[in-house]
Each structure stands twice: as C-alpha cells, then as structure tokens.
C-alpha cells in the first residue's frame, strides 16, 4: 500500500514539474512574456475607503413638498432618472464598484448652494446582477459619501422612488434627461 502511494506521489511531482517547465519555456519563448516579479505596481481595482461618515436615515416625517427647504438627489442610473423622479430632484448616478464621481458630488453641492436648502434626502434602488432579483439600496452609500464630502443635513430614505411616491412625493415622468 505504501509503495503505491509513493508511485502515485512521484508521477504527480514529475506531471507539476513538467507542466511548470513547459510554462515556463513557452514564457519565456514569448517578446511580452509575464515576469516572475512584477515590474509595476499593481492597480486597485476598486478602493475600499474606509469611512467614518454616517447618513442617518430619513423618515416619512422627513419628506414634504420640494422647495426651499428640502433637497432631493436620485441616486438611480440617468435612464431612470429621465423616466420618472422626485419633482425638483437631481440626478446623482451612483456605481455600485466605483461611487460618486467627484463631479457628481461638486454638482450636488453646488444644487444645495444654489437653492440653499436644509435637508437633502437621497433616494435610489438599482437592479444588479447576483441581487437574487431584488434591489440594492445606493441611497446610503451616496448619502454617505455626501457627508464625507461635509454636505451637512444629508438623509437616506429607503425604499426608492416606490416609497417615496406612497408617502405623498410628487414625481415627475418622462422629463427627457437627467440634471
């Protein structure tokens, strides 16, 4: 019994080292073959930012007509947007992997400015494949990194535009395009 667990030991050593000698010739036959050490540094993919901001969670109690007092930010992707939306809202496509781009959060920044608002309630739920068919929620997260941004009076409403239309929202369709 040992002495065929020592055959089939060393066939395997001898079938790992030829394939790695095969491998390894075939690299280096190659003008752009891959170095055994990495000659630059390698890229994140996606940085994970470690983050102490918090949004809290906005309320039905939250939400009221838009006007002076209160901001609203789509979180959805700009189709979405263009279909329906929070009237008076303004589009800030959140990515899943990436975030807020820098100019996304600038405008929603400078929308708060302009209509010197108090509250901001983000509101968005998005599809995305391996969501077992339901929704993510980047209302959050985009809340989150408003905050981080030192927009103050920031809140996160869940339940997307759905929610919001149930508690009295007026919502605009097929406005054409995203703001």
Do not use: W
């Not at 789509?74 to 781009?101: K, M, T």
């Not at 339901?134 to 409403?157: C, N, R, Y």
């Amino acid at each position: 019994m040992l002495r065929v667990t020592l055959r089939i030991a060393v066939q395997a050593l001898i079938i790992v080292l030829a394939a790695a000698g095969v491998a390894t010739a075939t690299d280096l036959a190659r003008p752009d073959g891959i170095p055994l050490v990495a000659e630059l540094e390698y890229d994140i993919f996606a940085p994970c930012v470690d983050s102490a901001a918090e949004a809290q969670a906005a309320t039905a109690k939250d939400l009221g007509t838009t006007g002076a007092s209160i901001l609203y930010v789509d979180a959805r992707p700009a189709e979405a947007f263009a279909a329906e939306h929070a009237e008076g809202a303004v589009n800030a496509p959140y990515s899943v992997l990436f975030g807020a781009s820098p100019e996304i959060i600038a405008a929603v920044k400078a929308e708060a400015a302009a209509r010197k608002v108090k509250e901001i309630v983000v509101y968005g739920e998005i599809s995305e494949p391996g969501a077992d068919g339901g929704a993510v929620d980047v209302a959050k997260p985009l809340a989150e990194q408003l905050v981080e941004s030192g927009l103050p009076g920031v809140k996160h409403f869940k339940g997307g535009l759905p929610a919001l239309k149930k508690n009295g929202v007026d919502v605009v369709q097929g406005s054409g395009g995203a703001r």
